[in-house]
T-cell receptor, first 111, second 109 residues
């Protein structure tokens, strides 16, 4: 079975803090993705990566950055957390052109 | 602009009452349409991929169908454990998924 794990299920941070969200997949997938999910807005793509050290902006990259130093690991960084970044963050991975598999999500609250 | 619209937003069914969920899409060159199930507080779980009009996929009480403009997720004789949010997504280049906002299904005994 494909397994995508995320470093935390719940996280509470203060405004202005730097936040790291980690994602690891064990299926040797080339593609990895970061989404945020908000009520009424659905899943929105923040960043994705189709190879090690490669990254592409999604639909809402502002305020975020990413890092992919190893194939199995994709990190999302909130440079200076703000309250409007309170959300559910979901990581996914896939082979090119195939279905994406999601992790359990991290519910981030910024106070 | 690539877009996915799901209807209805919410659906309440009695156990055993069959129904269908709709996913309408506009995309330049469909490369794949995906259905996911999401339980509260969890990540989406992959159900089906459909690639071309006329294609159908089945899994237990669920059947997904695809036309050139929309997809349907048919639920036959649902059970309370089928209660979840069902998400539809289309694939856009290079490998992005564009999601609808989902249909929240409740099946009560």
């Amino acid at each position: 079975d494909v397994k995508v794990t995320q470093s935390s299920r719940y996280l509470v941070k203060r405004t202005g803090e730097k936040v790291f969200l980690e994602c690891v997949q064990d299926m040797d997938h080339e593609n990895m993705f970061w989404y945020r999910q908000d009520p009424g807005l659905g899943l929105r793509l923040i960043y994705f990566s189709y190879d090690v050290k490669m990254k592409e902006k999604g639909d809402i990259p502002e305020g975020y950055s990413v890092s992919r130093e190893k194939k199995e690991r994709f990190s999302l960084i909130l440079e200076s957390a703000s309250t409007n970044q309170t959300s559910m963050y979901l990581c996914a991975s896939s082979r090119p052109g195939r279905e994406q598999y999601f992790g359990p999500g991290t519910r981030l609250t910024v106070t | 602009e690539d877009q996915v619209t799901q209807s209805p937003e919410a659906l309440r069914l009695q156990e055993g009452e069959s129904s269908s969920l709709n996913c309408s899409y506009t995309v330049s060159g469909l490369r794949g349409l995906f259905w996911y199930r999401q339980d509260p507080g969890k990540g989406p779980e992959f159900l089906f991929t459909l690639y071309s009009a006329g294609e159908e996929k089945e899994k237990e009480r669920l059947k997904a169908t695809l036309t050139k403009k929309e997809s349907f997720l048919h639920i036959t004789a649902p059970k309370p454990e089928d209660s979840a949010t069902y998400l539809c997504a289309v694939q856009a280049p290079p490998d992005k998924l564009i999601f609808g906002t989902g249909t929240r299904l409740q099946v009560f005994p």
